[in-house]
């Protein structure tokens, strides 16, 4: 398990707004991605389903009280804490890929909450880089804008496919292909998956 900043001071330093942004994406645009949920305190605690919480951490029990690994992907909670005026984010609880799947959104964003180091206003999944410090503290960077930014460039590039598609339909097109032996340029290739996120890796590279 990984623990927070400074033990002598408190948990708790956090806003009902926390900003995790990135340089491309604000936390707020991606968190429609994997789901919101509304703000909890100890007093909204469902009691009903307070054995189905449990459940959830015997089953992932495994993941839950192993020691994070350091700059390893997790599924789960963070949130910000202060010291020295320097601000940090700091993971909170995490939860296994296969448990995420396996159970709905709103029992594993509570789950997360219920069993997290502190209680986080406005909780929202996010999908986090483990950064461990000299002093064994978690740190995290939010990932989660990338879900927004692929999604945002497929939405495109499934439009364009459709696009050429129905035109290799067409009797004209088709006769083209006859005659040369592939469909005319503008619809020859179907864009895929595959190198639609280039314009990112071309821009690092020239920076």
């Known amino acids: 398990m990984c623990f927070n900043i400074n033990d002598n001071n408190d948990y708790i330093n956090d806003s009902s707004s926390t900003d995790y942004n990135s340089p491309t994406e604000s936390h707020d645009d991606t968190s429609i991605i994997i789901g919101d949920s509304d703000s909890d305190s100890d007093s909204d605690i469902d009691f009903g389903f307070e054995f189905e919480y449990d459940s959830i951490n015997v089953e992932d029990s495994l993941h839950f009280y192993n020691e994070k690994i350091n700059k390893q992907y997790y599924i789960g909670l963070c949130h910000t804490y202060v010291i020295d005026n320097v601000s940090y984010i700091l993971l909170s ?14 029992n594993i964003n509570k789950y997360l909450y219920y069993y997290g180091l502190v209680r986080i ?10 950064h461990i410090l000299e002093d064994e503290t978690c740190t995290v960077i939010v990932k989660t804008y990338w879900l927004r930014i692929i999604q ?56």
């Open 93 to 106: 609880t995490s939860v296994s890929a296969p448990i995420f799947f396996k159970h709905s959104y709103d």
């Open 121 to 130: 206003p406005n909780h929202q999944v996010q999908i986090m880089q483990v």
């Open 152 to 207: 945002r460039h497929w939405k495109k590039i499934y439009k364009q496919r459709i696009h050429n598609i129905r035109n290799r339909r067409l009797p004209q097109n088709i006769f083209y292909k006859e005659n040369h032996g592939e469909y005319p340029p503008t619809i020859l290739k179907l864009p895929s998956l595959r190198g639609m996120l280039s314009i990112y890796h071309n821009t690092n590279e020239q920076s």
